[in-house]
């Protein structure tokens, strides 16, 4: 399979005109390879379930060769290259994933059909892998790489509008109610303050060799006025000797 253009039928572009394309002073970059891959020649589209895998000569691929996954600006490309010679086969641009340019199948999840436009002419292509893990890569990186495109424009978006400004004042009239929850102290006496009943123990003695304290004035004035009793009369005939 030489040329895909040169064994297809050619089916009319119908799609939307293809953008102006990004200046060449951007710079190319790789995004995925796959050293392996198979397309296959198929037929136009006649169902409305899509295309299906199990229509195509699967054993028997119209080419062979790896695969390229590269970007530049916000255009993606699928290229075919030879496996010897990196000499290109044929070429998918991709501008919106998923989107016609790359279409999954309805039967398997390891091929793909793919558009690929030259000269005004299009034509689909099956595209496919031995491994279910290369279609994986394929389908994840293309993924990941237009949401990323659709983060940095929205960014770009929120750049250029204005930002509306808070107004935090109060209007005419408007009050605030603030609620202040303030701990209430505990003003429960303590056991050893409170009064009431029972004995009250005398102060503690003072220490060992101290005076006691005099007598208060009310209990000096009860000694005074307590005078002994008179001596009998006719007096005491014993002397008592000191």
Known sequence: MSNPFSTLSS???????????????????????????????????????????????LDKPDWKGKLRLTCKGKTAQIKLEETGSGKLYAVCPIETYPGPAVQAVADSSRYFVIKITEGGKVAHLGLG?????????????????????????????????????????FKEGETIKVSINIPRKNRTKSPANRGGGGLSLPPPPGPAGALPAPPSPALAKLNISKRPPPAPSGGSQKWIQF
């Not at 790789?30 to 136009?44: A, D, G, N, R």
């Not at 424009?153 to 107004?167: A, M, N, R, S, V």
């Open 129 to 169: 892998f031995a491994d279910r893990a290369d279609s994986f890569d394929l389908n994840t990186t293309l993924h990941d790489h237009f949401k990323s495109l659709q983060v940095e424009e929205k960014i770009e978006q929120e750049k250029d509008e204005p930002q509306e400004k808070l107004d935090l004042a």
């Open 11 to 57: 089916e009319p572009d119908d799609g939307p005109p293809s953008k102006v394309p990004f200046p060449t002073s951007e710079e190319e970059r790789t995004l995925l390879v796959k050293s392996e891959s198979f397309v296959y020649k198929i037929p136009p589209q006649t169902k409305a379930v899509g295309w299906k895998a199990n229509d195509w000569n």
